[in-house]
């Protein structure tokens, strides 16, 4: 069978099949750039309508991450999926805590999920770095609350938490505030590699910006 | 606000939302297990009736893993995904090599994918092994002509790359074929969770069997 195996070739030509369905957003050239590479790594259109970024999230996220901004995910499959290589050029690292001891522990005692007793852990050094939340609604009702009860100020939050249980009204929530910049979707989907996707888009922007 | 912060409690009132969705399709209680865990990760059940798991994959993934098989991903994001600490149980391992030197030196050599050039040079290894792609098409492509023209012959192949561009026409091509066991889903979704899901689903089939 005839198919394409060339890396860039491959990208362009998603891109290109995703366009149309942008055409109406009125989006900005960086906008499209994030809702291209989501609806890429869903492989799934109809995010189109539902991915929401405020005005001021995409700015947020490049000067944070041009000056060397950390990012804090949730799970191990999203800081696998940053693109390390293009961070560290800017001074950032990627941190995890869900399977740390300590974590475990909190979690056991206080019976909540790990990736947020590992939000809660994070603490302070949330403040001006990128959280990336891609798998659990807890994680990023967590975050919030940090935000609302302890003066926690990420520079932006990308929540897309997925599933059934909270991830909707996590997200909900996500966009009703307006302290802290976000990238968003609605309803149920979500998920790593949306949480990678808007990062690395991210990532991209600011590689580009400086060659 | 007020949301369920306990793992176990959060998963079953995710399965027990999914069930409906799966009650016309007249699945063996396996298969309902995996398939539910597939929507739990992508969120979106739209996922139930393209979901393809060929009448042995099952069986012949369960067998490959209880004794021992090890697991060959794609990327880096399933090799993260997949639960280690249960696959030891069974005495396997999880292998990616799309970040390896040497793969990197063919796939600029070839121009193709680095993920294709994994593939090929997992080579016999992928012998009576669980491979598992969820991002790649081209690592699929690559896989199935190994099937086809070096006569290698993984126990089950759990091929759901994802994307505008090859992902359809590798899924179709793996489930038009009948030498190897295959899980699967149909058009352009899928994905890392996807595939994590899918072995996951299987290890968790296996641990539940010994105890």
Do not use: W
């Not at 055409?23 to 994030?34: A, D, R, W």
């Not at 938490?161 to 609605?186: C, H, M, R, W, Y």
């Not at 991210?202 to 590689?207: E, Q, T």
């Amino acid at each position: 069978m005839e198919f394409i195996a060339q890396p860039m070739e491959i990208e362009n030509k998603s891109f290109e099949i995703i366009a149309p369905y942008l055409k109406n957003l009125n989006l900005s050239e960086e906008e499209t750039k994030i809702y291209s590479r989501i609806i890429h790594a869903a492989g799934d259109v109809e995010y189109a309508p539902i991915i929401k970024i405020s005005a001021d999230a995409i700015s947020a996220a490049k000067n944070a991450l041009r000056n060397g901004a950390n990012i804090f995910t949730d799970v191990e499959m999203v800081r696998t999926g940053i693109n390390k290589r293009v961070l560290k050029k800017f001074g950032g690292e990627v941190f995890c805590k869900v399977s740390d001891d300590e974590v475990k522990k909190i979690s056991t005692q206080k019976k909540i999920t790990r990736s947020m007793a590992a939000m809660r852990t994070f603490g302070k050094s949330l403040n001006n770095s990128v959280v990336a939340i891609g798998n659990a609604p807890t994680a990023l009702f967590e975050v919030l609350r940090l935000v609302r009860e302890e003066n926690i100020f990420p520079a932006v939050i990308i929540g897309v938490p997925v599933g059934f249980v909270g991830a909707a009204d996590s997200k909900a929530e996500l966009a009703s505030q307006n302290k802290i910049p976000f990238i968003t979707v609605e309803g149920t989907k979500g998920g790593s590699p949306i949480a990678v996707a808007s990062v690395n888009a991210i990532l991209y922007l600011l590689d580009n910006d400086r060659n």
